[in-house]
């Protein structure tokens, strides 16, 4: 198991921005597709967005597609979740995942790597 660091969670208003990012062993970031979940109290960990190991692809879930932007910086081994148009709705833990090169998958549980975790609120 190889640790991944979220930082970048914290308050903004409804309609503001804010990015987080989590950076990754070298190798766990150069083998794995890296993702971004969310977890409100009381309900799943939700897929949020998804981006391939060569960077090449990227999946969003449809409740923040046009909104989040999922990309990766292999120097710093590090990806990043640019949140714009922010919603009430998106409140919730945000938890950076990686998965071993292979399909693309949007379930949680076929993800080997999970960091700690970040809260992020968005206030009307």
């Known amino acids: 198991q190889v640790q991944l660091v979220e930082s970048g969670g914290g308050l903004v208003q409804a309609g503001g921005s804010l990015s987080l990012s989590c950076a990754a062993s070298e190798r766990t970031f150069s083998t794995s597709h890296m993702g971004w979940f969310r977890q409100a109290p009381g309900n799943e960990r939700d897929f949020v967005a998804v981006i391939s190991r060569s960077g090449s692809n990227t999946f969003y879930a449809d409740s923040v597609k046009g909104r989040f932007t999922i990309s990766r910086d292999n120097n710093k081994n590090t990806v990043y979740l640019q949140m714009n148009s922010l919603k009430p709705e998106d409140t919730a833990v945000y938890y950076c995942?990686?998965?071993?090169?292979?399909?693309?998958?949007?379930?949680?549980?076929?993800?080997?790597?999970w960091g700690q975790g970040t809260q992020f609120t968005v206030s009307s």
């Open positions: 995942a990686a998965k071993a090169s292979g399909l693309i998958v949007f379930g949680a549980r076929a993800y080997d790597y």
